[in-house]
């Protein structure tokens, strides 16, 4: 269902990066090119779909998985440009338009210096998803480890594929237990669907681009442990406190009480799914309800709920959603929700690397030592987007807002 959708906003923007997704660190040790290299290739060996493509065949999308082909892996030589020279030459590679015919994968270094490397993998969304590309670095330090020093090491065999996940989705909207999840999302947005009405400094545009920027910010070390208090007391998440604080910014802004908004779930609900690599991600609307003004913790009873209600039931597509609810399509708004709210949770060794906003602690990477590098997302698919993570101890996050277009201004 989700490749489906992602096809279909490919074949209408293919120039896009929307819909990219992707890995960006600096090495700051001695990097052996040739044995990055060898690892890539053995781990677009072990996933499927890193040798798929996609193709238009009559106006449906067909895709091919190959044996191993020629993967699109090159060091550049960056060792003349200056840092904001190398930061844009990064972005210019990370916008690059994809032929999906061709491939869903690319591997860049940019090289400054023996001990100064700048590592951008980028992989189309068809193909790949947040959890996944966590996965996957995790796999390529451990390949390259391998590929310097002999050790043994092979990627676990996975008994199930991505199209066995396929599968049984469609087995499981077939079933009784599908039509139990459609129920209940259909009680869930009953009645009109609010838009949201977010103040703008200038007129939106009749249909919806994807160029966005990025605000990220820090919360202090004693804020983010009242906050991970209050959830315990509450016998909530910090993730439910999170959510119903930028439910409160929502209505506080908009002036509206109904709210909608849009959070991804990992789409990995069966223990055999959470190590095969491609695009599980699925979003479920959350609506929250803040009439009467209730105060914060009576609130946040009410998003607990709704929260535990919509992974209870998260198998439900949300392509298949708006499909079967046919809101009202307006080609200047993301449909059902138009603001998403993320709390990333990366593997735990790599946190540091997927800090937004950045950060100068180095990790250990398969024996190179690799620290973030900074690549501001300029990108988005909703009015606002809100994504927290915790690391550290502390709170960060990013707010990503789409831009409009410079002769009608920035909304």
């Known amino acids: ?37 060898r690892a890539w290739v053995a781990l677009v060996a072990a996933h499927p779909l890193l040798r798929t493509t996609f193709t238009n065949i009559e ?26 020279e190398l930061k844009k030459r990064v972005r210019e590679a990370y916008h690059q338009p994809w032929d999906l015919g061709k491939g869903v994968s690319r591997f860049r270094v940019f090289t400054t210096s023996p001990k100064d490397h700048v590592v951008l993998i980028t992989i189309h969304h068809i193909a790949c998803d947040a959890w996944s590309m966590g996965m996957l670095f995790s796999e390529l330090g451990g390949l390259y480890q391998r590929e310097t020093t002999n050790r043994a090491l092979e990627l676990p065999v996975q008994k199930n594929q991505y199209p066995d996940y396929m599968n049984w989705q469609v087995q499981l909207l077939n079933s009784s ?46 804020l983010s442990k009242k906050l991970i208090e209050l959830a315990r007391s509450e016998g909530a998440t910090l993730y439910m406190v999170l959510l119903a604080a930028f439910f409160v910014l929502l209505h506080r802004y908009s002036g509206q009480s109904d709210i909608l908004v849009g959070s991804p779930t990992s789409g990995r ?37 709704t929260v535990l209600g919509a992974i209870a039931h998260q198998d439900y597509p949300f392509t298949l959603l708006v499909e079967r609810l046919q809101p009202e399509r307006n080609p200047g708004y993301y449909p059902i929700s138009q603001v998403s709210f993320v709390f990333q949770k990366p593997p735990q060794e790599f946190v540091e690397l997927f800090n937004l906003g950045g950060s100068s602690t180095q990790i250990d990477w398969g024996g190179l030592s ?40 920035v909304s």
């Open 1 to 37: 269902m989700g490749q489906k959708a992602l096809w279909f906003l490919y074949e209408l923007e293919p120039s896009s990066s929307a819909y990219n997704m992707a890995i960006t660190v600096r090495i700051c040790s001695q990097l052996d090119v040739g044995a990055l290299k």
């Open 59 to 84: 106006g449906t999308p067909r895709q091919k998985i190959h044996g191993l082909p020629e993967v699109d892996f090159e060091q550049i030589d960056a060792s003349s440009w200056t840092a904001d």
């Open 177 to 222: 237990k599908g039509e139990e999840l459609w129920n209940y999302w259909q009680k869930q947005l009953v009645g009109e669907l609010p838009v949201i009405n977010l103040p703008t400094d200038r007129p939106r545009p009749p249909v919806q681009t994807f160029n966005g920027s990025s605000h990220f910010f820090k919360l202090s070390e004693e």
């Open 269 to 305: 609900s069966k223990p055999e799914w959470r190590r095969i690599l491609g695009d599980f991600v699925n979003p479920v609307v959350l609506r929250g309800n803040l009439s009467g003004n209730p105060e914060f913790k009576a609130f946040l009873k009410q998003v607990r709920q």
């Open 370 to 409: 690799v620290e973030p590098f900074e690549m501001a997302q300029q990108e988005g698919q909703f009015d606002l987007a809100l994504e927290m993570i915790l690391a550290s101890g502390a709170l960060k996050g990013a707010f990503i807002v789409i831009l409009i277009k410079k002769e009608t201004g």
